[in-house]
């Protein structure tokens, strides 16, 4: 019984955890992991991926990306939170070679930091 059970909260009137908007779910019962990601997030999406067959252009859109064109690998950031614990909001639907999307992932920024 999902409203019994501790790994499900039910969302309340005038609920703000996380800082997010949940008039949208009140009444309903989310499992804990999709609690947590709507309070990150606001959304419950969960990272969608690129649908197969769907493309995007192999180039790098950080205008101070050093090789734009020349990566063996290019990231579609598709959601507005990655995995990583940086914000991506601003990023979502741009497309990142792999180096800039390890930095970013890495530092939460795409400049490159002085030695």
Known sequence: ???AGSAFYKI???SSAGGQNWSEL???????RCYRRY???GTLENNPKPQPGQTF???CTYL???RPEGAKKY??????????GQDWTHLQGTVLCKSCYNRF???GSLEKQPR
Do not use: N
């Open 57 to 59: 252009d192999k180039r």
């Open 105 to 107: 992932s890495k530092t």
């Open 64 to 66: 101070g990306c050093t």
């Open 75 to 84: 990231m579609l950031v598709s959601s507005a939170y990655e995995t990583t």
């Open 1 to 3: 019984d999902p409203e």
């Open 26 to 32: 009140e009444g309903k019962v989310l499992c804990i």
């Open 12 to 14: 309340e009137p005038g």
């Open 39 to 41: 309070m990150r997030t």
